[in-house]
């Protein structure tokens, strides 16, 4: 009876045994089934602009990974859900998970372009242009979709150092997008900034000889007061030396005419010595006359 019980016992166990493997194999599938499930609904709504409900979905796909690559695989999109609502402080702490949990997957070299994205509307310039750059660097134009991808990150170059007030270097990568990859998305946007450089240029040389133009008429201006205004000193000085004169003479006739004593009672020089002289020996005379007859 006991021998029989543990026969039984121990036919328990190898049937669990035996079950086991069953029972975790088809735990296994319905995880994967969940991932699979979780992500094709976050593609979906994705591919319907509903992005908040994507990158709820992506993230679910994303704890109910097994592996890395599924892991990296829904985070990426988690990502990019991200960048669409504008989130990109969460994008970034994402990227950055990304870079940390597999550096070297195959979305590794895409972050350096939604890296660079982010840095550009935040306004980090510099670090824009370096990991754009680092981008193009780092992928070919192997089919239409990387072709695209790499005229994007030729544009966004152009339209940071756009941004920085460096317009000449801007057309540059504008052009490169225009004449390079005719079929780019980015062409019609590439070509319009083109166009406004060119305007701004004309804008600019237009204002710069309207600038000049005004400041030679000022210099103009300025030279015709000064010598309208060194006219009227010169009149002015002589007007005052005119009417100087004037007073003058006017002043040197007036005492002419007050001292003029016509020439009949005006002796002649000579004869007013003569008569002087005369007049002399006429009083010496009377006077030696008086002397004498009192004498007698």
Request: glycine residues 4%; proline residues 2%; without cysteine.
């Amino acid at each position: 009876m006991v021998m029989m019980q543990k026969t039984r016992i121990l036919g328990l166990i190898l049937l669990v045994l035996m079950l086991l493997p069953a029972v975790f194999s088809h735990s296994q599938e319905s995880v994967q089934e969940q991932y699979a499930r979780r992500f094709q609904n976050g593609f979906q709504f994705y591919r319907l602009a509903r992005f908040n409900e994507a990158a709820v979905e992506f993230r679910r796909a994303q704890e109910s990974a097994v592996n890395t690559n599924d892991l990296s695989r829904a985070l990426y999109w988690v990502i990019l859900s991200q960048m669409a609502l504008s989130d990109f402080g969460s994008a970034i702490r994402d990227i950055e998970e990304l870079e940390r949990i597999a550096p070297h997957s195959a979305y590794t070299i895409d972050m350096f372009y939604h890296r660079a994205r982010v840095y550009y509307i935040q306004g980090y310039f510099e670090e824009a242009l370096f990991l754009f750059n680092r981008y193009i660097e780092s992928t070919s134009d192997i089919n239409q979709e990387a072709a695209d991808r790499r005229a994007a990150a030729f544009f966004w170059m152009g339209e940071t150092l756009f941004a920085m007030g460096q317009f000449d270097e801007a057309e540059v990568f504008y052009a490169w997008v225009a004449g390079r990859y005719p079929d780019s998305p980015k062409v019609e946007a590439a070509s319009y900034r083109i166009d406004l450089i060119k305007q701004r240029k004309i804008q600019a040389e237009l204002l710069a000889l309207l600038q000049w133009s005004h400041e030679e008429s000022l210099r103009t201006s300025e030279d015709f007061q000064r010598t309208i205004r060194t006219y009227e000193h010169t009149l002015n000085m002589y007007q005052r030396r005119i009417a100087e004169l004037l007073t003058v003479e006017e002043t040197q006739s007036q005492i002419q005419e007050q001292q003029q004593i016509p020439d009949t009672l005006i002796p002649q020089s000579e004869g007013l010595m003569e008569r002087a002289m005369q007049l002399e020996r006429n009083i010496q005379e009377i006077l030696r006359g008086q002397s004498a007859g009192g004498t007698r």
